[in-house]
Protein backbone atom coordinates (compact mmCIF):
# COMPACT_ATOMS: atom_id res chain seq x y z
CA UNK A 1 0.00 0.00 0.00
CA UNK A 2 1.25 3.80 -0.59
CA UNK A 3 2.42 5.56 2.36
CA UNK A 4 0.03 8.40 2.13
CA UNK A 5 -2.59 5.80 3.00
CA UNK A 6 -1.41 5.24 6.41
CA UNK A 7 -2.96 8.78 7.25
CA UNK A 8 -3.89 7.51 10.60
CA UNK A 9 -0.33 6.33 11.42
CA UNK A 10 0.92 9.61 10.29
CA UNK A 11 -1.06 11.77 12.26
CA UNK A 12 -1.16 9.40 15.76
CA UNK A 13 3.16 9.55 15.46
CA UNK A 14 3.09 13.40 14.37
CA UNK A 15 4.86 12.60 11.25
CA UNK A 16 5.23 14.87 8.10
CA UNK A 17 5.46 12.15 5.47
CA UNK A 18 8.90 13.02 2.92
CA UNK A 19 6.86 12.14 0.05
CA UNK A 20 3.69 14.37 -0.49
CA UNK A 21 2.14 13.05 -2.81
CA UNK A 22 1.62 9.52 -4.59
CA UNK A 23 0.58 7.58 -7.14
CA UNK A 24 -1.76 4.61 -7.84
CA UNK A 25 -1.00 1.57 -10.38
CA UNK A 26 -4.38 3.02 -11.59
CA UNK A 27 -3.49 6.61 -11.50
CA UNK A 28 -5.28 8.01 -8.45
CA UNK A 29 -3.02 10.83 -6.60
CA UNK A 30 -2.77 10.97 -2.95
CA UNK A 31 -2.45 13.94 -1.93
CA UNK A 32 -0.98 15.16 1.98
CA UNK A 33 -2.26 18.63 2.32
CA UNK A 34 -0.88 19.09 6.29
CA UNK A 35 -0.77 17.15 9.62
CA UNK A 36 -4.44 14.84 9.57
CA UNK A 37 -5.49 15.97 6.04
CA UNK A 38 -5.25 14.25 2.86
CA UNK A 39 -7.04 14.16 -0.60
CA UNK A 40 -7.37 12.22 -3.16
CA UNK A 41 -8.41 12.65 -6.97
CA UNK A 42 -9.19 9.88 -9.27
CA UNK A 43 -8.11 9.72 -13.01
CA UNK A 44 -8.57 12.18 -15.09
CA UNK A 45 -11.43 11.11 -17.24
CA UNK A 46 -13.02 9.04 -14.45
CA UNK A 47 -13.75 11.86 -12.40
CA UNK A 48 -17.60 12.15 -11.67
CA UNK A 49 -18.02 15.56 -10.81
CA UNK A 50 -18.52 14.70 -7.13
CA UNK A 51 -16.01 16.88 -4.13
CA UNK A 52 -16.55 14.69 -1.28
CA UNK A 53 -14.91 16.09 2.40
CA UNK A 54 -15.67 12.89 4.97
CA UNK A 55 -14.02 13.99 8.65
CA UNK A 56 -13.55 12.49 11.96
CA UNK A 57 -11.91 12.65 15.15
CA UNK A 58 -13.54 16.63 15.40
CA UNK A 59 -14.02 14.91 18.79
CA UNK A 60 -10.22 12.77 19.61
CA UNK A 61 -11.83 10.28 21.70
CA UNK A 62 -14.64 9.15 19.05
CA UNK A 63 -12.42 6.37 17.31
CA UNK A 64 -14.80 4.69 15.57
CA UNK A 65 -15.57 7.13 12.12
CA UNK A 66 -11.57 7.41 12.51
CA UNK A 67 -11.32 3.80 11.91
CA UNK A 68 -13.72 3.83 9.00
CA UNK A 69 -12.33 7.10 7.12
CA UNK A 70 -9.20 4.77 7.69
CA UNK A 71 -10.20 2.04 6.73
CA UNK A 72 -11.60 3.65 3.42
CA UNK A 73 -8.62 5.43 2.69
CA UNK A 74 -6.46 1.71 2.66
CA UNK A 75 -8.78 0.50 0.65
CA UNK A 76 -8.26 3.60 -2.04
CA UNK A 77 -4.26 3.23 -1.20
CA UNK A 78 -4.31 -0.20 -2.26
CA UNK A 79 -6.35 0.22 -5.45
CA UNK A 80 -9.28 -1.98 -3.65
CA UNK A 81 -11.47 1.20 -4.02
CA UNK A 82 -11.45 2.74 -7.27
CA UNK A 83 -12.53 6.16 -6.69
CA UNK A 84 -14.18 8.61 -9.53
CA UNK A 85 -14.93 11.19 -6.36
CA UNK A 86 -12.46 13.67 -5.52
CA UNK A 87 -12.04 12.91 -1.55
CA UNK A 88 -10.78 14.82 1.69
CA UNK A 89 -10.42 13.01 4.32
CA UNK A 90 -9.54 15.17 7.40
CA UNK A 91 -8.98 14.05 10.79
CA UNK A 92 -10.08 16.67 12.84
CA UNK A 93 -7.81 17.49 16.16
CA UNK A 94 -4.70 15.06 16.33
CA UNK A 95 -3.23 16.23 19.36
CA UNK A 96 -6.74 15.08 21.40
CA UNK A 97 -6.63 11.70 18.90
CA UNK A 98 -3.01 11.19 20.21
CA UNK A 99 -4.58 11.69 23.83
CA UNK A 100 -7.73 9.57 23.24
CA UNK A 101 -9.73 13.33 24.83
CA UNK A 102 -12.83 15.22 23.21
CA UNK A 103 -10.33 17.77 23.26
CA UNK A 104 -7.42 19.79 24.70
CA UNK A 105 -8.49 22.83 25.87
CA UNK A 106 -11.98 24.00 23.77
CA UNK A 107 -14.76 21.74 22.14
CA UNK A 108 -13.23 22.23 18.22
CA UNK A 109 -16.85 21.82 16.70
CA UNK A 110 -18.09 25.35 19.16
CA UNK A 111 -15.35 27.40 17.00
CA UNK A 112 -16.31 26.95 13.04
CA UNK A 113 -18.23 29.91 11.37
CA UNK A 114 -15.43 32.55 12.21
CA UNK A 115 -15.99 31.62 16.18
CA UNK A 116 -12.13 30.93 16.28
CA UNK A 117 -10.99 34.61 15.35
CA UNK A 118 -12.81 35.16 18.66
CA UNK A 119 -10.87 32.58 20.77
CA UNK A 120 -7.43 31.70 20.99
CA UNK A 121 -5.00 28.35 21.61
CA UNK A 122 -4.41 25.26 19.42
CA UNK A 123 -7.88 23.90 18.82
CA UNK A 124 -8.58 27.83 17.63
CA UNK A 125 -6.08 28.03 15.06
CA UNK A 126 -6.83 24.11 13.85
CA UNK A 127 -10.53 25.48 13.58
CA UNK A 128 -8.89 28.01 11.23
CA UNK A 129 -6.69 25.81 9.70
CA UNK A 130 -9.58 22.92 8.62
CA UNK A 131 -11.71 25.53 7.35
CA UNK A 132 -9.35 26.55 5.02
CA UNK A 133 -8.64 22.99 3.93
CA UNK A 134 -12.35 22.92 3.44
CA UNK A 135 -12.28 25.91 1.17
CA UNK A 136 -9.88 25.10 -0.81
CA UNK A 137 -11.52 21.71 -1.68
CA UNK A 138 -14.79 22.95 -2.31
CA UNK A 139 -13.54 25.85 -4.75
CA UNK A 140 -13.73 23.97 -7.57
CA UNK A 141 -17.28 25.70 -9.52
CA UNK A 142 -19.71 23.56 -11.01
CA UNK A 143 -19.53 20.55 -8.86
CA UNK A 144 -21.67 18.63 -6.49
CA UNK A 145 -20.44 19.38 -3.01
CA UNK A 146 -20.87 16.66 0.12
CA UNK A 147 -19.38 16.28 3.60
CA UNK A 148 -19.88 13.78 6.39
CA UNK A 149 -18.37 14.85 9.27
CA UNK A 150 -18.49 11.55 11.65
CA UNK A 151 -18.82 11.56 15.44
CA UNK A 152 -19.93 9.08 18.27
CA UNK A 153 -21.48 10.61 21.25
CA UNK A 154 -21.12 10.33 24.80
CA UNK A 155 -23.68 8.36 25.68
CA UNK A 156 -26.18 5.66 24.94
CA UNK A 157 -28.97 6.20 22.25
CA UNK A 158 -32.66 4.99 22.06
CA UNK A 159 -31.92 6.06 18.33
CA UNK A 160 -28.07 4.03 17.86
CA UNK A 161 -27.78 6.25 14.41
CA UNK A 162 -28.74 9.66 13.34
CA UNK A 163 -27.89 12.46 11.66
CA UNK A 164 -28.07 16.18 12.34
CA UNK A 165 -28.91 18.40 9.32
CA UNK A 166 -27.21 22.29 9.33
CA UNK A 167 -29.42 25.25 8.39
CA UNK A 168 -29.44 28.22 6.42
CA UNK A 169 -31.97 31.10 5.81
CA UNK A 170 -33.75 29.84 2.71
CA UNK A 171 -32.15 27.23 1.80
CA UNK A 172 -34.59 23.81 1.96
CA UNK A 173 -33.23 20.63 3.35
CA UNK A 174 -32.86 18.20 1.06
CA UNK A 175 -35.77 14.76 0.25
CA UNK A 176 -32.76 12.88 -1.80
CA UNK A 177 -29.57 13.64 0.64
CA UNK A 178 -32.04 12.15 3.70
CA UNK A 179 -32.75 9.08 1.14
CA UNK A 180 -29.14 8.80 1.21
CA UNK A 181 -28.58 9.05 4.63
CA UNK A 182 -31.41 6.56 5.28
CA UNK A 183 -29.90 4.04 2.99
CA UNK A 184 -26.62 4.50 4.66
CA UNK A 185 -28.20 3.30 7.76
CA UNK A 186 -29.38 6.26 9.30
CA UNK A 187 -32.35 5.97 11.92
CA UNK A 188 -32.94 9.14 12.46
CA UNK A 189 -32.05 13.08 11.16
CA UNK A 190 -32.42 16.34 13.79
CA UNK A 191 -33.59 19.22 11.10
CA UNK A 192 -31.87 22.13 12.52
CA UNK A 193 -33.52 25.53 12.34
CA UNK A 194 -31.05 28.00 13.18
CA UNK A 195 -27.49 28.91 12.55
CA UNK A 196 -24.54 27.12 13.71
CA UNK A 197 -20.89 26.67 14.85
CA UNK A 198 -20.19 23.32 13.79
CA UNK A 199 -17.89 21.97 11.22
CA UNK A 200 -20.35 21.01 8.90
CA UNK A 201 -22.83 23.52 9.51
CA UNK A 202 -19.68 25.75 8.37
CA UNK A 203 -19.55 23.92 5.20
CA UNK A 204 -22.84 23.80 4.79
CA UNK A 205 -23.25 27.41 5.79
CA UNK A 206 -20.74 29.10 4.13
CA UNK A 207 -19.33 26.36 1.14
CA UNK A 208 -22.65 25.54 -0.47
CA UNK A 209 -21.72 21.54 0.48
CA UNK A 210 -24.88 19.69 1.76
CA UNK A 211 -23.01 18.74 4.76
CA UNK A 212 -24.47 16.41 8.03
CA UNK A 213 -22.86 15.67 11.56
CA UNK A 214 -23.46 11.44 11.28
CA UNK A 215 -23.49 10.29 15.35
CA UNK A 216 -22.59 6.51 15.07
CA UNK A 217 -23.32 5.14 18.51
CA UNK A 218 -21.19 5.45 21.47
CA UNK A 219 -17.65 6.59 21.65
CA UNK A 220 -14.99 4.44 23.07
CA UNK A 221 -11.21 4.07 22.65
CA UNK A 222 -9.51 2.58 19.41
CA UNK A 223 -10.21 -1.91 19.00
CA UNK A 224 -13.12 -1.34 21.30
CA UNK A 225 -15.92 -0.75 18.90
CA UNK A 226 -17.32 -3.85 17.82
CA UNK A 227 -20.62 -2.42 19.10
CA UNK A 228 -20.50 0.00 16.82
CA UNK A 229 -21.94 -1.00 13.23
CA UNK A 230 -20.86 0.73 10.45
CA UNK A 231 -21.58 -1.54 7.42
CA UNK A 232 -24.68 0.11 6.02
CA UNK A 233 -22.51 3.37 5.82
CA UNK A 234 -19.14 2.00 5.00
CA UNK A 235 -21.08 0.15 1.94
CA UNK A 236 -22.64 4.01 0.93
CA UNK A 237 -19.53 5.62 1.60
CA UNK A 238 -17.49 2.94 -0.92
CA UNK A 239 -20.67 3.39 -3.81
CA UNK A 240 -20.38 7.28 -3.52
CA UNK A 241 -16.45 7.53 -3.43
CA UNK A 242 -16.67 5.09 -6.93
CA UNK A 243 -19.52 6.70 -8.01
CA UNK A 244 -21.65 3.88 -8.48
CA UNK A 245 -24.45 4.13 -5.64
CA UNK A 246 -27.48 2.75 -6.22
CA UNK A 247 -30.45 4.97 -6.81
CA UNK A 248 -32.63 5.93 -3.90
CA UNK A 249 -36.61 5.93 -3.32
CA UNK A 250 -37.27 9.24 -1.88
CA UNK A 251 -40.39 7.66 0.04
CA UNK A 252 -37.96 8.11 3.15
CA UNK A 253 -39.89 5.13 5.18
CA UNK A 254 -38.24 4.48 8.14
CA UNK A 255 -36.67 7.60 8.80
CA UNK A 256 -37.59 9.41 11.76
CA UNK A 257 -37.46 12.82 11.63
CA UNK A 258 -37.23 15.68 14.43
CA UNK A 259 -36.71 18.77 14.35
CA UNK A 260 -35.43 21.61 17.59
CA UNK A 261 -37.92 22.63 19.61
CA UNK A 262 -34.76 24.42 22.21
CA UNK A 263 -31.39 24.65 22.74
CA UNK A 264 -30.52 23.93 26.29
CA UNK A 265 -28.03 26.95 27.15
CA UNK A 266 -25.85 27.19 30.18
CA UNK A 267 -25.24 30.75 31.57
CA UNK A 268 -23.16 29.83 34.52
CA UNK A 269 -21.40 27.84 36.84
CA UNK A 270 -25.13 27.59 38.85
CA UNK A 271 -26.58 25.50 36.31
CA UNK A 272 -28.46 22.30 37.29
CA UNK A 273 -29.61 19.86 34.64
CA UNK A 274 -32.01 17.61 36.40
CA UNK A 275 -31.57 14.76 34.38
CA UNK A 276 -30.03 11.07 35.34
CA UNK A 277 -26.57 10.94 34.62
CA UNK A 278 -27.31 8.05 32.59
CA UNK A 279 -29.84 9.05 30.64
CA UNK A 280 -30.02 8.29 26.70
CA UNK A 281 -30.32 10.09 23.76
CA UNK A 282 -33.58 10.45 22.58
CA UNK A 283 -35.09 9.98 26.25
CA UNK A 284 -38.33 10.83 25.92
CA UNK A 285 -39.75 13.48 28.33
CA UNK A 286 -43.15 14.38 29.96
CA UNK A 287 -44.74 17.40 29.01
CA UNK A 288 -44.07 20.47 33.04
CA UNK A 289 -41.05 18.41 33.35
CA UNK A 290 -38.40 20.53 35.27
CA UNK A 291 -35.35 19.99 32.87
CA UNK A 292 -32.66 22.55 34.19
CA UNK A 293 -32.40 25.39 36.92
CA UNK A 294 -29.93 28.55 36.40
CA UNK A 295 -28.58 31.69 37.87
CA UNK A 296 -31.24 34.34 38.01
CA UNK A 297 -34.65 31.95 39.22
CA UNK A 298 -34.07 30.48 35.16
CA UNK A 299 -35.74 27.89 35.16
CA UNK A 300 -36.17 25.10 31.38
CA UNK A 301 -39.47 23.35 32.03
CA UNK A 302 -40.71 20.85 29.17
CA UNK A 303 -43.42 22.67 27.26
CA UNK A 304 -43.69 20.18 24.02
CA UNK A 305 -45.50 17.34 23.08
CA UNK A 306 -43.21 14.53 22.77
CA UNK A 307 -40.26 16.06 23.34
CA UNK A 308 -37.39 14.48 23.76
CA UNK A 309 -33.46 15.08 24.94
CA UNK A 310 -30.06 14.64 22.97
CA UNK A 311 -26.65 15.69 23.83
CA UNK A 312 -27.24 16.61 27.75
CA UNK A 313 -24.24 17.50 29.33
CA UNK A 314 -24.17 19.97 31.96
CA UNK A 315 -19.92 20.28 31.60
CA UNK A 316 -20.11 22.27 28.82
CA UNK A 317 -18.44 25.74 29.19
CA UNK A 318 -20.75 28.58 30.64
CA UNK A 319 -22.48 30.29 27.31
CA UNK A 320 -22.86 26.48 25.23
CA UNK A 321 -25.21 24.28 24.21
CA UNK A 322 -26.04 21.74 27.65
CA UNK A 323 -28.68 19.63 25.58
CA UNK A 324 -31.12 20.10 22.79
CA UNK A 325 -34.77 19.37 23.55
CA UNK A 326 -36.22 18.00 20.01
CA UNK A 327 -40.11 17.06 19.11
CA UNK A 328 -40.87 14.88 15.66
CA UNK A 329 -41.74 16.76 12.52
CA UNK A 330 -43.03 15.55 9.12
CA UNK A 331 -41.20 15.72 5.71
CA UNK A 332 -43.37 18.65 4.41
CA UNK A 333 -40.61 21.31 4.02
CA UNK A 334 -38.12 19.14 1.91
CA UNK A 335 -37.05 20.40 -1.09
O1 LIG B 1 -22.66 13.06 22.99
C1 LIG B 1 -22.64 14.29 23.03
O2 LIG B 1 -23.14 14.94 23.97
C2 LIG B 1 -22.02 15.07 21.90
C3 LIG B 1 -21.76 14.24 20.68
C4 LIG B 1 -21.20 15.19 19.63
O3 LIG B 1 -20.02 15.41 19.62
N1 LIG B 1 -22.11 15.77 18.85
C5 LIG B 1 -21.77 16.85 17.99
C6 LIG B 1 -22.98 17.30 17.24
C7 LIG B 1 -22.63 18.40 16.27
C8 LIG B 1 -23.85 19.07 15.65
O4 LIG B 1 -24.65 19.64 16.41
O5 LIG B 1 -23.97 19.03 14.42
C9 LIG B 1 -21.24 17.97 18.85
O6 LIG B 1 -21.79 18.16 19.95
O7 LIG B 1 -20.31 18.64 18.43
ZN1 LIG C 1 -18.35 14.37 18.49
Redesign the pocket.
Known amino acids: MLALGKLLELTLTDHEPAEKTQVTTRGVRLRWLGEGALEVRPPEGEDCGLDLLLSAG??GN?TAPIELLEKLLHGVANGEIRPRARVLFLFGNPPAIRKGE?FIEQ?I??LFNGRHELSSGFEALRAAELEQFARVFFSKPERTRLHY?L?????GSKIEQFA?Y?YKEGRKHSRRELARLAAAGMQAVLL?SKS?I????FTYEQLEAEA??L?LGK?RPFGQNEQVNLDRLETRLRQIIEGNEPPTDDTLDGLQLFSVAREIIKHSDSFNLHLPTDIE?FSELAKGYLLAEDLAEMRWVVEEEGARI????PKVRNGL?AG?LIVPTSAQLLG
Open positions: IHERDNRDHTAIRLPQSTFSAFTEANIFPNRI
